[in-house]
């Protein structure tokens, strides 16, 4: 979430200071419920935030599979669009993965912890294996590895 902030105070001192959002009321907000709120004056602005939101995020290693876009809504003179932030694992997809590396047979033990999903063995093998079972599954969410010892 930090890093979050960061990225979103740098695109709006971006927005500010470029030439075609001189003049427009545009700007990025993250709310008490952690979702981002990208207001600008018409659609098209929105669009080109949100290009510029992404390439902050990138630099700042926070894979964008993480944001889930909303409709824009236009209402009068100002157009939103209300971005979510995905943190964890959903409860159907953590069982959807524990079922994939249960169906490999590799040695590990899989636990859902919360949003987490925590997989242990003995052999570092294993466990590297499981990890490039997960990253060639193309999942549709952003996966973190925390904790591996090399």
Not at 65 to 71: N, R, Y
Request: cysteine-free; proline content about 1%; aromatic content about 4%.
């Amino acid at each position: 979430m930090h890093e979050l902030n960061n990225a979103l105070d740098q695109a709006n001192r971006e927005v500010g200071t470029r030439f075609d959002f001189k003049g427009i009321d545009a700007s990025f907000e993250l709310s008490a419920s952690e979702d981002i709120e990208v207001s600008a004056e018409v659609d098209f602005q929105v669009r080109q935030m949100m290009e510029i939101l992404r390439a902050k995020l990138v630099k700042r290693s926070i894979d964008t599979k993480s944001l889930l876009e909303g409709d824009v809504v236009t209402s009068g003179q100002k157009a939103t669009m209300l971005v979510k932030v995905q943190q964890g694992i959903e409860s159907e997809t953590a069982r959807k993965i524990v079922k994939m590396v249960k169906a490999t047979k590799i040695k590990v033990q899989t636990a859902i912890q919360g949003e987490k999903l925590r997989v242990s063995g003995k052999k570092r093998d294993d466990l590297q294996k499981v990890m490039a079972l997960l990253k060639e599954a193309k999942l549709d969410i952003p996966l973190q590895f925390d904790n591996f010892r090399d």
